[in-house]
């Protein structure tokens, strides 16, 4: 997968550079590239804001740098996009985006290309976004209901959780089956050694050796922690297995 991601603060995105996915980068399975919005640009003072229309506060990013940025990206790219014919994915995190949920990095890491459009101030020209949707399929996505100073941190994150799919990038794939939210529950506790930890004892069942009994402890534990924090996760009530709902009678 490649993964160009453009910014005013490349420096931002070196921590792409570390651990798992600075491993993937190094080993070609990741194909990352970072790009400064403002080697877009052609005046002396590098510019990439000005004053809203409409007035007030903050700057807003103008949409010529990041169009001719976007172009560049396209172009470069535009042989292996075309092999598969499928446009590549602008993904720009936004407070005012669609939720970034397991379901969405599962959904982009089956993409060939992904371009990370990291914005800043109070946001990017609205017609950029217009424009782009020629040349890319265009997701604006929230990471949650907060506000961050710039894409860069969302990016990061977004990179990791869709990365991290990508086959190869994490050593054992089993690893990715048994997570938070691949099943739509919360993850259950992990412990490891010692059994006792200043008078805090590891659940017997973990040391039973019954895996039968064990996977069911740990559904069981899954479920009490969604309740207890997402209920929100959690499937309508659904009948008990046998039961005649009214509508059903
Ligand atoms: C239409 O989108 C844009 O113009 C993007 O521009 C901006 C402007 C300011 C901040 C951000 C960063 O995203 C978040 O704050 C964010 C993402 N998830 N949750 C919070 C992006």
Redesign the pocket.
């Known amino acids: 997968m490649r993964i160009d991601v453009v910014t005013i603060f490349p420096e931002y995105l070196q921590a792409l550079d570390v651990s798992l996915i600075g491993k993937a980068r190094r080993e070609g399975l990741l194909d990352i590239r970072i790009h400064d919005l403002r080697d877009h640009t052609s005046d002396r003072h590098r510019t990439v804001d000005d004053t809203p229309y409409g007035g007030g506060a903050g700057m807003v990013?103008k949409p010529e740098p990041w169009a001719l940025a976007l172009e560049a990206i396209a172009a470069s790219a535009a042989d292996a996009d075309d092999a598969d014919g499928a446009r590549p994915v602008l993904l720009?995190?936004?407070?005012?985006?669609t939720l970034?949920r397991q379901s969405v990095a599962q959904e982009l890491a089956g993409a060939d290309h992904l371009v990370v459009?990291?914005?800043?101030?109070?946001?990017?020209d609205?017609r950029l976004?217009e424009w782009a949707a020629e040349l890319f399929e265009v997701r604006?996505?929230?990471?949650?209901?907060?506000?961050?100073?710039?894409?860069e941190v969302?990016a990061l994150a977004m990179i990791e959780a869709v990365g991290r799919l990508v086959p190869g990038v994490v050593g054992n794939p089993e690893s990715l089956v048994e997570e938070s939210h691949s099943d739509g529950l919360l993850e259950y506790p992990v412990y490891t050694k010692p059994s006792s930890w200043r008078e805090r004892d590891v659940p017997e069942i973990l040391l039973s050796g019954d895996h039968g009994r064990i996977a069911a402890w740990r559904h069981d534990q899954q479920l009490a922690r969604t309740r207890a924090r997402r209920p929100d996760l959690l499937p309508p009530e659904s009948t008990v297995p046998g039961d005649k709902t009214v509508s059903d009678l």
Do not use: K
Request: aromatic share 12%; glycine share 20%.
């Open positions: 990013m720009v995190p936004t407070p005012s985006g970034f459009a990291c914005g800043r101030y109070e946001g990017i609205e976004f604006l996505v929230s990471l949650g209901d907060y506000v961050l100073n710039g894409g969302a």
